[in-house]
Structure formats: C-alpha cells, structure tokens
C-alpha cells in the first residue's frame, strides 16, 4: 500500500513559478513509476508528467513541455513538480499518482490513468491573468 499526500499549491500569477511536492509512505516507493496529473474546472483529468523508478526517463504532456520539469528523491520518498512560466489554463487541482505496473512499456501507457493504482488528493494551482 502507498499513501501520497500533495503539497506546495497555491495562487500565483501568470508568469510565475510554483513547486509541487509529493510526499510517498512506504517501502517500495522507489520501484513505483511516478506521475502528475491535473483537472482543471468542468473538463477531464488530463496527464502532465511521468518519471521513471530510477530517473532515467521522463516525458511530459506537449501543453507543459519545455515550462514543467519532474523529479524524484528516493532517499525522501519524494516526486516534485517544477512549474515554471505558469499561465491561466495551468488552473486545475494536481494529482500525484504511482504505479508499480510493469506489464506494459512505452511512454503512451504512463499517461493513462488507468495504469496507476495509487493517488493523491489533489493540490489547488490557481494562475491568476
């Protein structure tokens, strides 16, 4: 069982910069592929960005590529989203999400929700024009 809990949301203007933090329980946290997602008011919870258990792969949704970064401290049981250049259609409730699937490979398959058992409760982002 893993347990996330988001953190580091907030109101902030267009242009500015904002780091989420989720914080995992558990032992195995480093063997879980890790991922951000968003839902922003009256549309579909949509991905942003996955991380690999050790790192070596990343991939980002083509609307944050090049503005949001993800990462991860296995020795904190931590995943971090760096959110830079923000604009008002980033307004949505971030949710972090793990997986310890491996039966499936490719990047399209950690964009899907349904390949993640574990979730956050989400964390408000507010970009304010």
């Known amino acids: 069982q893993v347990q996330l809990v988001e953190s580091g949301g907030g109101l902030v203007q267009a242009g500015g910069s904002l780091r989420l933090s989720c914080a995992a329980s558990g032992r195995t946290f480093s063997s879980f592929t890790m991922g951000w997602f968003r839902q922003a008011p009256g549309k579909e919870r949509e991905f942003v960005a996955t991380i690999s258990s050790s790192s070596d792969y990343t991939y980002c949704a083509d609307s944050v590529k090049g503005r949001f970064t993800i990462s991860r401290d296995n020795a904190k049981n931590a995943v971090y989203l760096q959110m830079n250049s923000l604009k008002p259609e980033d307004t949505a409730v971030y949710y972090c999400?793990?997986?310890?699937?491996?039966?499936?490979?490719?990047?399209?398959?950690?964009?899907?929700?349904?390949?993640?058992?574990?979730w956050g409760q989400g964390t408000q982002v507010t970009v304010s024009s």
């Open positions: 999400a793990a997986t310890g699937r491996t039966d499936y490979s490719g990047a399209y398959y950690y964009t899907q929700e349904w390949m993640y058992d574990y």
